[in-house]
Each structure stands twice: as structure tokens, then as C-alpha cells.
């Protein structure tokens, strides 16, 4: 008999592609960075959040930190 039962929420059971990217979206926007086009923000999924930050929006170690922060803050509610 199983004690625990464990799901995998990050897209083998659901699709968490928009929660995750409006969360960027939203972190974007903090740093008046507008991106209306989620799909651009796919990029965001898997790879960690500080990384994509830099790499696609060329902000600073510190920026991205504070794209991390918002992007948290969003997805916490």
C-alpha cells in the first residue's frame, strides 16, 4: 500500500505554460520591460529563472534578481 502519492505539475500533467509565463510577463513589467507576446516568454520554462533574464532581456545579475523576486511574488498568489 502507498503512503504517499506524488504528481508532476511542471507539464506532464498539466499545462502551467501560462501560469508561468504571465508570472515573467508580470516581472518584465516591474522593470517596465512590456512583452505582450507569451509565447516569446516560453523560453522561461525549464531553465533557470535568473539565467533567462539575462540571457533574453540583458539585464544585470542584480536586475535579474529583482525579475526573480517579482516573478515569485506573482506566482506565490
Do not use: H
Not at 44 to 58: C, M
Request: proline share 4%; aromatic share 12%; with cysteine.
Amino acid at each position: 500500500m502507498f503512503q504517499n502519492l506524488l504528481f508532476d505539475l511542471d507539464g506532464t500533467l498539466t499545462n502551467s505554460a501560462e501560469g508561468i509565463t504571465k508570472c515573467v510577463q508580470y516581472a518584465l513589467r516591474a522593470q517596465n520591460i512590456e512583452e505582450p507576446d507569451l509565447k516569446k516568454l516560453e523560453v522561461f520554462i525549464g531553465p533557470p529563472l535568473r539565467d533567462s533574464f539575462i540571457k533574453y532581456y540583458g539585464m544585470t545579475r542584480e536586475e535579474a534578481e529583482a525579475g526573480v523576486e517579482k516573478y515569485r511574488e506573482r506566482y506565490t498568489d
